[in-house]
């Protein structure tokens, strides 16, 4: 298939047959047009050229045209091509599944979906795999439409943060979404999904009900999506630190949600949805950045394709293109810019704006700073989270929604426990392609861990209480409680109730620390006109290493690339972090005076600046040789957007529908909902509608 | 930033930015080069000559494409034995396209000493003999074995001082190093030294050194905390947990297990990791006293299992 082979995996992934798409679709319904007819032509499967479209110059035809080969756009793929459209997914990485192939898989629908009555009802999944009992009480399962559209609006909800997630929802695309929960989740099943035992709720998927199950595989023999599962090699379990080309994050075990051998997390939900997607003829173009909407006129008339531009990625070691773990479906077109003609319509997901800095920077100035990434950022590369679809929307004239609603969700900006690689987000280790571009998988010290070191700000300035930077603050979610700011727990939750929100629990319940905040101000090494805060250390000596047991090794940590530095003392320490990392712009210049003054908080037993001793013990930083990790402030998610409607069309600044625009997922705002449940259902919906247009 | 010798700065071409662009006399340095502006786009992906003024090739600059169309790379090079100023002039070889070179300006210094004190004790009782050990590193790395280093008590007294062993400590690439004994003052309260290096002596020129040491004198310890760590959930003790009380403090042992002997007095007691959440107690300690800890864990989790 094209792939290399790993040395550390055996070659037991069961391919798809390559047998004709069993969907009926003609080749006509797939054009590759113009000079790069002899490209398109020599994949298997891919059509003949043909002339240009209504007097456009286009390189390739198509029914529908899905921007992100995510979980928004391969759900809308599917749905789209199930209904017999054609369907090409463009996606500017080299292979599919966006930030759901490194997710949790916590896929969190409800509204009475089949996993939810299945679960109340007792019974096991179709497979028979599981074998546990189902760990909610049937009650607590109990769902309907009404009930889930309830939750997903109510207006009386707020958060530890005193934000409030649900009220400013958008209440068409909510309803919509509520409805369109149980088929997606059955559609899902239809296409190799396997879900566990559902466990509770995803922050944003309401507060009622539990709604959530992981998606998990079985570790076997072969790797057979149709069978659901996995050898341990593929899954990245057979080793602690190697995990493989098809699962960028090692697998977790879900025995408690399934049976012992079930492993769970987005490979579960991803490769299978992927699989199936390629076996029931869909076309990728990857590599290919989506660029720009074209529309009749520039503010009027239907969208008629996309342009889209070469994006290859490297190894950065070996300067190899990178490939697709499945290429069956591909068509391998490498023209800096191509149009695409789209008959009925075109699917923007392509995710969200975390991995734009300027674009972020409308929410939270401090985040224009380039040194703070989005998730996943080695897996995806530098356009991943690019607002590329939103930009392109707004373009041609689209309406934004949910744009204040970043700062209702704790995962959007957040310092992570991960320290020393700049990728802090996932648990990536070497095995898969991506790995050279992070170059270490980072040390989770979790939260206890902060007490161990100092963090400075890029001048060395000590800037917050260390043991209070990595709080969060906690999610409005089933099972509800206090822990997630709500006055009752389960069952006992009330919706639309004025006690959630009384300035008495408010004030008992508010629990959010602004750690990150002081991580992002300005300081002295802050320069217009982006007053950029820089980058953050944790400095600590070689006790902390020999009292925690951190490993100070590849490929925890790496030497050469920037994120860990090791030096016999802190002058020295910050000479080579200044010479070493990307981003230090200036040097950092009172490190060894705020050391030296540390160290005499610590002999003194107290922290004037900070008030550490209020919390954990101090440590002294004085036992050579010295260390440095790069604490790293994640924006994961965002939720400002395209406004959709509940046909998941992109709406204009009049109100008035896009003509052939449909949107998905984290490019869609006003749903101010974490996770795969937005993104999978907004595919359901736009695949269903968009292949209800003319052509 | 340097600009080449004689000529009027080219905002067009752009800079060029050297890290660090101060060098110890007589080192070998790696100097990270980061240039900007067309210059940058005209040389990303090139291989330059590093030249000395003699024209000797000294070494040679692969430049990589950055962000915002920079260029960035790594040499190293060797200062000369003079301070001053130093000047290298970075071209493609042989002055291939007519590429004009541009110059590497350093400035040349003598080197630096730095000193590092630890195992210092953060408590002693009056009058007791306790050790703690100084390190000694020179900026360009320099052998500084049989060195002295001299510790004169604030209050007054004698100073103490030591020579400097023959091996850097482990773990470290010229922290030279020794260890010292001194004697607590008979007034509770804090003490504290200054730890002189001096430079004389040493082949190359250096600078002196100076840091400032503190420890806690206490009284006697009358009372015995003795201090059972055990994990919340599997009620497993927890070995290598910090079981502190400010200025006293010891780690648990395999079985969990640390004791503090105390002055009488209010105390807050912290025990902690690893891996656990803190846990804090606060009360007088009037006798001896035992007490258990029940530590909740702090797993580290994955992003993924935190937000799910």
């Given at each position: 298939m094209g792939r290399k082979a790993d040395p550390h995996a055996k070659n037991t992934t069961v391919e798809t047959e390559p047998a004709e798409p069993a969907s009926g679709i003609s080749r006509r319904g797939f054009v590759a047009a113009g000079a790069a007819a002899g490209v398109g032509a020599a994949v298997a499967g891919a059509p003949q050229p043909t002339a240009a479209a209504e007097g456009e110059d286009w390189d390739y035809e198509v029914d529908v045209v899905v921007a992100g080969g995510g979980c928004a756009g391969l759900t809308a793929a599917i749905r789209a091509h199930d209904l017999g459209a054609s369907v090409l997914v463009v996606d500017q990485n080299y292979d599919l599944g966006g930030r759901m192939l490194h997710s949790g898989s916590f896929l969190s629908l409800g509204g009475g979906d089949p996993v939810?009555?299945?679960?109340?009802?007792?019974?096991?999944?179709?497979d028979g795999y599981i074998t546990v009992p189902p760990v909610e009480d049937p009650a607590e399962v109990d769902d309907n439409v009404e009930l889930l559209f309830t939750d997903v609006t109510d207006w009386s909800i707020v958060d530890t943060k005193a934000q409030s997630p649900y009220r400013y929802n958008e209440r068409d695309m909510m309803r919509s979404w509520a409805e369109n929960c149980p088929a997606t989740r059955q559609?899902?099943?239809?296409n190799y999904v396997r879900f566990t035992r559902v466990n509770g709720t995803h922050g944003g998927g309401g507060v009622s009900r539990a709604r959530a199950p992981y998606c998990f595989l079985m570790l076997g023999d072969v790797t057979d999506m149709r069978a659901g599962t996995i050898t341990a090699e593929d899954a990245g379990v057979a080793h602690p630190e190697r995990t493989s080309a098809l699962a960028p994050v090692q697998m977790q075990d879900a025995s408690s949600f399934v049976a012992p051998g079930a492993v769970r997390n987005g490979v579960a939900l991803a490769r299978p949805l992927e699989f199936s997607a390629r076996e029931k003829g869909v076309k990728f173009m990857l590599h290919r950045h989506f660029d720009e909407l074209v529309r009749e006129e520039p503010f009027a008339g239907r969208v008629l394709g996309v342009t889209a531009s070469y994006s290859p990625r490297h190894d950065p070691k070996t300067g190899e293109l990178l490939h697709s773990y499945w290429q069956r479906g591909n068509v391998d077109e490498r023209r800096e810019r191509v149009r695409i003609r789209a008959r009925k319509g075109v699917i923007v997901a392509s995710g969200g704006h975390a991995g734009n800095p300027e674009f972020r920077g409308m929410f939270y100035p401090a985040l224009r700073e380039p040194a703070f990434p989005t998730s996943g950022y080695a897996l995806q590369g530098p356009h991943g989270q690019d607002a590329s679809g939103i930009i392109a929307g707004m373009k041609v004239g689209a309406n934004l929604s949910g744009m204040q609603q970043n700062l209702s969700y704790p995962t959007t900006f957040h310092i992570s426990t991960r320290l020393g690689t700049r990728d802090a987000y996932t648990t990536m280790m070497p095995g898969h392609p991506t790995f050279n571009f992070r170059g270490s998988a980072g040390i989770n010290v979790g939260n206890a861990g902060f007490e161990e070191f100092i963090a400075v700000n890029q001048v060395g300035r000590r800037f917050f209480n260390e043991v209070r930077l990595p709080l969060r603050p906690s999610i409005n979610r089933y099972p509800g409680g206090e822990a997630a700011g709500l006055p009752n727990a389960e069952l006992d939750h009330v919706p639309n109730d004025w006690r959630n929100c009384r300035h008495e629990w408010i004030r008992q319940m508010y629990d959010y620390d602004h750690g990150l905040d002081a991580a992002l101000a300005m300081n002295e090494g802050s320069e217009p006109p982006n007053y950029y805060s820089g980058p953050i250390w944790a400095i600590f000596d070689q006790d902390a290493v020999e009292r925690t047991g951190w490993e100070m090794r590849f490929p925890y940590v790496n030497e050469d690339n920037g994120y860990y530095f090791r030096a016999d003392t802190i002058e020295e320490l910050a000479n080579k972090i200044r010479a070493g990392h990307p981003f230090q712009r200036v040097p950092l210049v009172h490190l060894p005076e705020t050391v030296a003054t540390w160290n005499g908080y610590v002999a003194d037993g107290a922290d004037p600046d900070f008030e550490r001793e209020a919390d954990a013990p101090m440590n002294p930083v004085s036992t050579p040789p010295f260390h440095a990790l790069s604490i790293m402030v994640i924006w994961h998610d965002s939720?400002?957007?395209?406004?959709?409607?509940g046909r998941c069309q992109v709406v204009d600044l009049h109100g008035q529908v896009i003509a052939g625009l449909y949107a998905g997922g984290e490019a869609v705002g006003g749903f101010n909902k974490h996770g795969l449940g937005k993104g999978h259902v907004h595919g359901y919906i736009a695949g269903t509608h968009i292949a209800e247009e003319m052509s | 930033m340097p600009e080449p010798d004689g000529e009027a700065p080219d905002r067009a071409e752009g800079a060029v930015e050297l890290i660090p662009d101060v060098l110890d006399i007589g080192s070998e340095t790696e100097v990270r080069v980061v240039l900007t502006g067309e210059r940058a786009g005209r040389l990303a992906g090139r291989t330059l000559d590093i030249v000395d003024r003699t024209g000797t090739i000294s070494a040679r600059l692969r430049l990589l494409p950055g962000d915002g169309g920079a260029a960035h790379g790594t040499c190293t090079l060797r200062a000369p034995k003079r301070p001053g100023r130093a000047v290298w002039t970075a071209c493609l070889p042989g002055k291939e396209d007519g590429e004009p070179g541009f110059d590497l300006a350093f400035e040349i210094r003598p080197h630096s000493l730095s000193l590092t004190v630890w195992?210092?004790?953060?408590?002693?009782?009056?009058?007791?003999?306790f050790a703690l050990r100084v390190g000694l590193r020179s900026s360009a790395g320099c052998n500084l074995s049989g060195h002295r280093i001299e510790l004169s008590p604030e209050a007054g007294g004698a100073p103490v001082s030591a020579e400097i062993g023959d091996t850097p400590k482990t773990g470290t690439e010229a922290l030279y190093w020794t260890e010292i004994a001194l004697e607590a003052p008979d007034t509770d309260g804090q003490a504290r030294w200054n730890v002189t290096a001096r430079g004389d002596g040493l082949p190359d020129t250096h600078s002196d050194a100076r840091a400032r040491v503190a420890v806690n004198v206490v009284p006697p310890g009358e009372h015995r905390l003795s201090v059972s760590v055990i994990d919340a959930e599997t009620s497993v003790p927890i070995p290598g947990a910090k079981v502190v009380a400010h200025?006293?403090?010891?780690?648990?042992?395999?079985?969990?297990?640390?004791?503090?002997?105390?002055p009488p007095g209010r105390r807050k007691l912290f025990v902690s990791g690893p891996d656990h959440i803190p846990y804090q107690v606060e009360g007088d300690v009037t006798e001896d006293m035992t007490i258990t800890a029940v530590l909740d864990r702090d797993r580290p989790m994955t992003e993924a299992e935190i937000w799910t």
């Open positions: 939810q009555m299945r679960d109340m009802a007792g019974e096991a999944d179709p559609f899902l099943m239809d939720y400002g957007g395209l406004r959709v409607n | 195992d210092m004790p953060l408590a002693v009782e009056r009058g007791a003999r200025p006293f403090r010891a780690l648990t042992d395999t079985s969990g297990h640390a004791e503090l002997h105390l």
